[in-house]
């Protein structure tokens, strides 16, 4: 069977995150995305997993209505790199939370900060039968990437455990299979979601064929074992990312690679900090000019959430204006979830609502759009063609919190599949 799932979000109880992040609230945005297996985030925080058991039918299974839960958690080792754990169930995640306890406070933070290294939180992952890989593994601040050449660096004897890589909004298939220690990797693309709306839950998400929606499930898919695995990566064009280029962090003037190592990564125009973009990061890594896909790489759609495109084609500074909200719900109900209209229905199917935001849907299924990539801390931006232009801007409505070869196959366009 086919589900969708993002395998990476947080809770209330993570710093700078909504506190709208409750298990129902997240069950319910995410059945309007068309999302049916959901991250519980935080799993091993001690309040935040007293919540999940409060949803449990049993050790291993917790949903509300129609959405599943899986419960993970994010982790910041003692260099800054991050590290997406999948639990199999609520005991595991209490035996993880008692392995790592002497190691920093887990009532702090959701994400907790822990005096270990990566080898160290890959070893304890694997003897609770936990799923572990890097979080968002290019981007400058807290990557495995920022901070290690390769995944033995950071993992060293546990490299071979290693069960997945996180692209990341600045990241996709193109630019992660282009460096050769990769190849063998399943590839995640999850939201990182600090609140449960529509423009941040599931913006990025995983397409996965599994036996049945259950850890175990999820294990297989991520493994490729018995056939099963990841048969569609969803998420954001790469320049949308507000680390894509390198920048300046403090006015985002952008600098070629080699302008900056020449100015020492200081600004020439302000004197800030130059953050070296993930575009940049992955050429110094890579061992292929192109990008190199294994058999078993599905194919990665470039998607915005229906609310921002909605916005653009209308010309709105917002996506919660009446005219924006109208048309999106409108859409859902329709047609059951976000991704049901995104994915699945016809344009003519789509003739309901207003003419611009049929042909504006009908762009990005063809990725006939203009990208201004990001860098230094700010998202990039999309523009409609100019037959099509209403708005000059779209990226500027995110403000999360957080943060070819022969043997190469294209990256695919919502129109393709």
């Known amino acids: 069977m086919l589900i969708n799932a993002d395998l990476h979000l947080h809770s209330k109880y993570s710093m700078a995150c909504s506190q709208k992040m409750e298990l129902p609230v997240m069950a319910r945005e995410a059945a309007k995305k ?28 917790v949903a509300i209505d ?8 994010e982790i910041e080792d003692k ?11 609520i005991s595991k995640a209490e035996e993880l939370a008692e392995k790592v306890a002497g190691y920093g406070d887990l009532a702090v933070d959701g994400r907790p900060t822990l005096k270990l290294d990566g080898g160290q939180i890959a070893e304890i992952a694997t003897d609770v039968g936990a799923l572990i890989g890097p979080c968002h593994a290019f981007t400058p601040w807290t990557a495995m990437y920022a901070y290690h050449d390769s995944l033995e660096s950071c993992y060293g004897d546990m490299t071979d455990n290693i069960a997945f890589l996180e692209l990341g909004l600045s990241a996709d298939s193109d630019y992660a299979d282009r460096i050769e220690e990769l190849q063998d990797l399943t590839f995640l693309s999850n939201s990182d979601a600090h609140s449960p709306w529509s423009n ?8 996965l064929e599994v036996p049945d929606v259950s850890f175990e499930g999820v294990e297989k898919a991520i493994l490729r074992k018995e056939g099963y695995g990841c048969a569609l990566n969803v998420g954001f064009f790469p320049q949308e990312g507000k680390y894509n280029e390198s920048a300046c962090i403090k006015c985002y003037r ?11 990564w200081n600004c020439r125009v302000c004197g800030g900090q130059i953050k070296k973009g993930v575009a940049d990061r ?8 192109t990008p190199k896909h294994p058999s078993h790489r599905p194919d990665y759609l470039h998607l915005i959430p229906l609310a921002e495109i909605i916005m653009m084609a209308l010309g709105h500074a917002s996506i919660n ?3 924006v909200n109208g048309a999106w719900k409108a859409l859902v109900e329709r047609f059951g979830s976000e991704t049901a209209v995104l994915l699945e229905a016809d344009i003519p199917q789509l003739d309901f609502v207003d003419p611009r935001i049929v042909r504006s849907i009908e762009a990005f299924r063809n990725e006939d759009v203009i990208l201004h990539p990001g860098g230094g801390g700010k998202y990039g931006w999309i523009e409609l063609p100019d037959n099509l232009k209403t708005s000059k801007k779209s990226g500027s409505q995110k403000t999360d919190p957080d943060d070819p070869t022969p043997e190469a196959k294209n990256q695919k366009s919502l129109f393709d599949f």
């Open 254 to 264: 952008h600098y070629p690679m080699e302008e900056a190592m020449n100015l020492d």
């Open 66 to 73: 129609d959405t599943s839960f899986i419960l993970t958690t």
């Open 321 to 323: 204006t009446k005219g």
């Open 79 to 89: 260099n800054r790199v991050h590290h997406l754990l999948l639990v199999p169930s």
């Open 200 to 207: 941040k839950l599931a913006r990025e998400f995983n397409r």
């Open 34 to 61: 068309g999302i049916n297996l959901v991250a519980t985030g935080d799993c091993i925080h001690p309040r935040w997993l007293c919540e999940i058991k409060e949803y449990a039918q049993d050790d291993e299974t």
């Open 282 to 289: 992955v050429n110094e890594l890579a061992n292929y000019d």
